[in-house]
């Protein structure tokens, strides 16, 4: 069983930054990672996903060019880097975690572990 807490949400201004953490409580050297959002009335989307070492990412067309994913498997750690933020990008940001694949995971129904979820607000 692993417990995955994001940190890193809050409220900024269009076209700034912010850097989403996920920690986990054990090993996830061999998981494949992923971001995901909802927002009110919408559903859960995938936002980033990232392959156990790292080498294979995704992104949602929404995001790509401004969203980096990346992993420190030695921390135990994956992180969510976004730039030029949108109003849109407003939502519940959750970090997930999929035992059993070492490649890219791009559907939720993959992931057994989950976050408790950090807000992002981004205000125009």
């Known amino acids: 069983q692993v417990q995955l807490v994001e940190s890193g949400g809050g409220l900024v201004q269009a076209g700034g930054s912010l850097r989403l953490s996920c920690a986990a409580s054990?090993?996830?050297?061999?998981?494949?990672m992923g971001w995901f959002r909802q927002a009110p009335g919408k559903e859960r989307e995938l936002v980033a996903a990232i392959s156990w070492s790292g080498s294979n990412t995704y992104y949602a067309p929404s995001v790509k060019a401004r969203f980096t994913i990346s992993r420190d498997n030695a921390k135990n750690t994956v992180y969510l880097q976004m730039n030029s933020l949108k109003p849109e990008d407003t939502a519940v940001y959750y970090c997930?975690?999929?035992?059993?694949?070492?490649?890219?995971?791009?559907?939720?129904?993959?992931?057994?572990?989950w976050g408790q979820g950090t807000q992002v607000t981004v205000s125009s």
């Open positions: 997930a975690a999929d035992p059993s694949n070492f490649g890219v995971s791009l559907r939720s129904q993959q992931y057994d572990y």
């Open positions: 054990g090993r996830i050297n061999s998981y494949a």
